[in-house]
């Protein structure tokens, strides 16, 4: 059976259009720009792959192909935009996929560790880190500072963290500068420097290039993640 005319739009040309894939068979196939950012990142996947976490996960590109290596047994999308996890939701349907898809934040997923099989082996933060800390139009809450972020994520994370996002004010969507302009937050908080103190705090952190434009840093748990 064809997947479902109005998922397989969605999935294949929402904004923004560095998630698009299309479901060929029983796969997830990576349209260009996608495909772009999937080739840089997998050199740095652990192998075996045995758990993923992808935080603000979009329409699940990752998070279904996980889901599709024999070796990853969990393989969890958040997000908190219920219209692209419903579409995901239904992929996975469609595949007979094992991946899961959650409308939570990233400390609820903390909380739920314990019932969920521990920390994650591999945890994606991709083009997500400034509606982490300043929220957005789609769902205003967000985290009250950098090191809250960091510390919930070195809760779910149990070896490697993929963080690619932008990390200096200039250069965020201007949306976001617009944000950050009404929350009162200023180049001297929204910068390299600020984050990546933040993140060195919970994690050593290991420079690896680029994902296009966008830094791409490699998180290794300063201590043993919880349980």
């Known amino acids: 059976m064809a997947l479902e005319p109005a998922v ?10 560095n998630n698009d894939y299309r479901v060929v068979g029983r796969r997830v196939v990576a349209k260009y720009k996608l495909w772009r950012r999937r080739r840089v990142l997998l050199r740095h996947y652990p192998r ?3 758990s993923l976490l992808d935080v603000s996960c979009s329409t699940g590109y990752f998070t279904l192909e996980a889901a599709g ?25 469609h595949l ?4 899961r898809f959650d409308q939570e934040r990233l400390h609820e997923v903390a909380e739920h560790l314990e019932d969920r099989g521990g920390a994650y082996q ?32 070195a809760d779910v994370c149990g070896d490697r963290l993929l963080f690619s996002n932008r990390v200096e004010l200039s250069v965020l969507p201007r949306n976001m500068q617009a944000r950050a302009a009404e929350l009162g937050i200023g180049a001297d908080e ?38």
Not at 8 to 17: E, I
Not at 78 to 90: F, N, Q
């Open 8 to 17: 397989a739009r969605h999935v294949g040309g929402s904004y923004p259009h």
């Open 48 to 50: 075996p792959l045995e």
């Open 69 to 93: 290596r024999a070796s990853c047994l969990r393989a969890h999308g958040i997000d908190v935009d219920g219209v692209d996890l419903e579409a995901a939701r239904s992929v996975a349907r």
């Open 96 to 99: 007979g996929s094992r991946a």
């Open 122 to 153: 591999l945890v994606l933060l991709l083009n997500a880190y400034p509606y982490l800390l300043m929220g957005s139009h789609r769902d205003e809450r967000r985290y009250d500072s950098h090191e809250v972020i960091f510390e919930a994520l």
């Open 190 to 227: 929204y910068c390299e420097g600020r984050v990546r103190a933040a993140a060195e705090r919970r994690f050593r952190v290991e420079d690896a290039g680029r994902v296009g434009r966008i830094p791409l840093w490699i998180l290794s748990p300063r201590r043993p993640a919880r349980p």
